[in-house]
């Protein structure tokens, strides 16, 4: 079992930026590869960005390269999503997860463990 937490997120105007985490406890931190999903009201939960366990390789989804970082450290069991140049499009609510994989995948059913979520909330 893993357990994941997320932090970070609050209410920022466009443009602004906030840096979420993710704190892991439970198994191997670094057998995982990690993943950050976000949900608004009335959609899907959609991909934002993943990154292999060693942290060498990462995924974006289009609607975010560029303006978001995805990292990890190994040392203190974290992951961490940089949000820059935040839109009211990227409001909803996110969700750290966990999966085995050998490179970064950019679906939910890939990955095993999931945090509660945090909402993240970009005024116009």
């Known amino acids: 079992q893993v357990q994941l937490v997320e932090s970070g997120g609050g209410l920022v105007q466009t443009g602004g930026s906030l840096r979420l985490s993710c704190a892991a406890s439970?198994?191997?931190?670094?057998?995982?590869?990690m993943g950050w999903f976000r949900q608004a009201p009335g959609t899907e939960r959609e991909f934002v960005a993943a990154?292999?366990?060693?942290?060498?390789?990462?995924a974006y989804a289009d609607s975010v390269k560029g303006r978001f970082d995805i990292s990890r450290d190994n040392a203190k069991n974290a992951v961490y999503l940089q949000m820059n140049s935040l839109k009211p499009e990227d409001t909803g609510v996110y969700y750290c997860?966990?999966?085995?994989?050998?490179?970064?995948?950019?679906?939910?059913?890939?990955?095993?463990?999931w945090g509660q979520g945090t909402q993240v909330t970009v005024s116009s």
């Open positions: 997860a966990a999966g085995y994989m050998l490179v970064p995948r950019n679906r939910p059913s890939e990955y095993d463990y």
């Open positions: 439970g198994r191997t931190f670094s057998d995982y590869g």
């Open positions: 990154i292999s366990w060693s942290g060498r390789s990462t």
